[in-house]
């Protein structure tokens, strides 16, 4: 008599082959980057934080390599004055995160939990920003994959 525990991990076990298999840039599709300029204004962070629901931001220098990284609780603990006066090189913390667009789903969430960032700046070849990833995306893209592995085997 087949065993079905071990049919139902084996199924899980290619639903799992599948998330591990992931890539920064597959991953990096769910939601839109998160990057400001040094030279911005707070009040530019602010808003792109706001608008794409972000607890940070990457800073990157005129070249496009990231150079740090701004909090968005930072920001909203600073005054009207400064906000819209001051630019984000002023405020940005100069550690920034970054990793490889192959670098594995595994190897970003062992990033965020050693880091405590809530963003990643991921790089090309040459150092310079080609995305960004928060650790929910990783959370929905491998909801999503999950989900349709699940649903292909239903089939």
């Keep these: 008599v087949p065993n079905p525990r071990a049919r139902g991990n084996k199924s899980l076990s290619s639903g799992w082959q599948r998330v591990s298999s992931l ?26 934080c706001l608008d794409l629901d972000s607890p940070a931001a990457i800073v990157v220098d005129k070249d496009s390599r990231p150079v740090g990284t701004i909090l968005f609780r930072d ?3 600073l005054n009207e004055d400064e906000i819209n006066t001051c630019v984000v090189s002023d405020y940005a913390s ?10 594995l789903a595994l190897n970003l969430a ?43 085997k239903s089939n």
């Design 23 to 48: 890539t920064a840039i597959e991953i990096s599709s769910e939601l839109p980057d998160v990057a400001v300029n040094v030279d911005d204004l707070l009040k530019v962070a602010l808003k792109k």
């Design 75 to 77: 920001i909203v603990a």
């Design 94 to 103: 100069n550690e920034v995160v970054t990793v490889t667009g192959n670098a």
């Design 110 to 152: 062992e990033a965020f939990g050693q880091t405590c960032m809530p963003i990643l700046a991921i790089i090309d070849d040459n150092g310079k920003l080609v995305g960004t990833i928060r650790e929910r995306e990783i959370i929905r893209k491998i909801a999503s994959v999950q989900e349709t592995y699940f649903l292909e």
